[in-house]
């Protein structure tokens, strides 16, 4: 590897991914501040139906984060020790937290070499009859092929193994798709915006995804016919809030303080403060930051398709298009200890960028649980080649071709 020559000069950072912040979040997050309603209110709910509208779902759950949206969605469907989730090899470990954390046994596969996704054919090998759901990972923002997942879940043979344990499971009749869409609000598939593609997704409103609320997540709910989706909405709204029968808004009515408690639920609802954000960040979502990220995406192919020392991320093909969340650049013919160099001469230049991600089987926790990365040969080549580069709404072109001149030179 060719190393730069360093001088004094040290250039103005570039940061990874800081958040969207200007007069317009603020003056919104102010006025919910002076409205005197900060937690689960008005505003939320109204971020829910907008968010609906946006996906094209019925009914939409906001939560305090994504991963607390899966693991809602799992102890929903009865999720329980002895059980199996079939996850990608390759994905950020909450994607399978959330699974151990029901007492169920996270199963990986691995991915596609192409797209970073989870492969089809490796599900199916991967199906027992303790397999109740499958959580696929729309990686850097582009969807998985979910037309395939859904026909899978639904072949005779498939649903022969499937085993319910629960009324919810019995009603289904076959393994739950619970899509991870962490990355992917605004993405599409078939014409079709994730949230509204399988059975249930989950994004992530955190701070450094596109649609930020700080931290946050919403639930699409988008099962069959058979389950009433209004129902599920209360239901979880409970869930959601000590199994308490009524949220702070619905005991501001006039007598209607007395209220019951259900079951023993969780705390994870959003509150107005977050969805002040996230209604500012919606209304410009479509036409503005995604075409932002995308004229990002498209200057940094341009230049490095054209270098056949770069292999370029999938982001748009006849049937997909990404929402351009993370833009990961892999390097041919390179070791990971020579990725590492790389990122760390990149941090000489005040050049921020990331790995997305370390593979589950190499963290201490899933690695002492018996995974071994021999066993996922893709996911760790994609890993080993891989660094993320800065993507934002406010990074300049100017910054764009610096940090694709220093590429070109290291």
């Known amino acids: 590897m060719h190393t730069m020559v360093s001088d004094n000069f040290s250039p103005a950072p ?7 912040v200007d007069d317009k979040t603020i003056a919104e997050v102010t006025a919910a501040l002076k409205s005197g309603w900060i937690t689960t209110g008005p505003r939320v709910k109204e971020f829910e139906k907008r968010i609906a509208q946006y996906v094209g779902v019925d009914r939409i759950v906001c939560v305090n984060s994504a991963s607390a949206g899966l693991e809602l969605m799992l102890r929903w469907f009865g999720v329980q020790e002895g059980d199996e989730v079939i996850v990608p090899a390759y994905t950020y470990c909450a994607t399978a937290n959330v699974v151990v954390h029901c007492g169920a046994k996270p ?28 959580i696929p990972v729309d990686f850097a923002g582009f969807p ?9 879940v639904n072949q005779e043979n498939v649903k022969q193994k499937f085993t319910p344990r629960t009324s919810v499971q019995e009603m289904l009749g076959r393994i739950l798709i619970l899509s991870d869409a962490a990355h992917s609000i605004g993405a599409t598939y078939k014409g079709k915006r994730t949230g509204c593609l399988t059975d249930i997704t989950v994004f992530s409103f955190h701070a450094v995804k596109n649609l930020t609320t700080a931290e946050g997540g919403a ?17 979880l709204c409970v869930k959601s809030l000590h199994g308490q029968s009524k949220d702070a808004l619905s005991k501001t009515q006039i007598g209607n303080w007395r209220y019951d408690v259900c079951e023993a639920g969780y705390k994870c609802n959003m509150t107005d403060i977050l969805a002040a954000i996230g209604l500012v960040e919606l209304e410009r979502y479509e036409n503005d930051m995604l075409m932002k990220r995308k004229h990002i995406f498209d200057k940094y192919s341009e230049a490095f398709s054209k270098d056949e020392r770069f292999e370029v991320p999938v982001y748009e093909t006849d049937i997909k298009t990404s929402s351009y969340h993370v833009y990961p650049l ?29 593979p589950l089987p190499m963290l201490s926790f899933y690695k002492n649980a018996g995974n071994n990365i021999d066993d996922f040969p893709v996911a760790y080549d994609n890993y080993a080649r891989e660094i993320s580069l800065p993507v934002y709404y406010d990074l300049t072109d100017e910054q764009v071709e610096r940090i694709i ?6």
Not at 14 to 20: A, D, H, L, N, V
Not at 330 to 358: C, G, Y
Not at 405 to 410: A, R, T
């Open 219 to 235: 639930i699409c709910l988008n099962l069959p016919q058979e389950y009433n989706q209004d129902e599920i909405y209360k239901e």
């Open 107 to 134: 199963v990986m596969v691995d991915v596609n070499a192409d797209d970073f996704n989870i492969n089809i054919q490796n599900i199916e090998k991967a199906i027992t009859e303790k397999t109740k759901v499958i």
């Open 330 to 358: 892999r390097i041919k013919n390179i070791t990971e200890n020579e990725r590492d160099a790389m990122i760390q001469q990149i941090a000489q230049q005040n050049i921020s960028v990331n790995v997305h991600f370390i």
């Open 405 to 410: 001149d220093f590429f070109s030179k290291i």
């Open 144 to 152: 998985c092929n979910y037309d395939e997942m859904n026909q899978l």
């Open 14 to 20: 570039i940061p990874f991914s800081p958040p969207r």
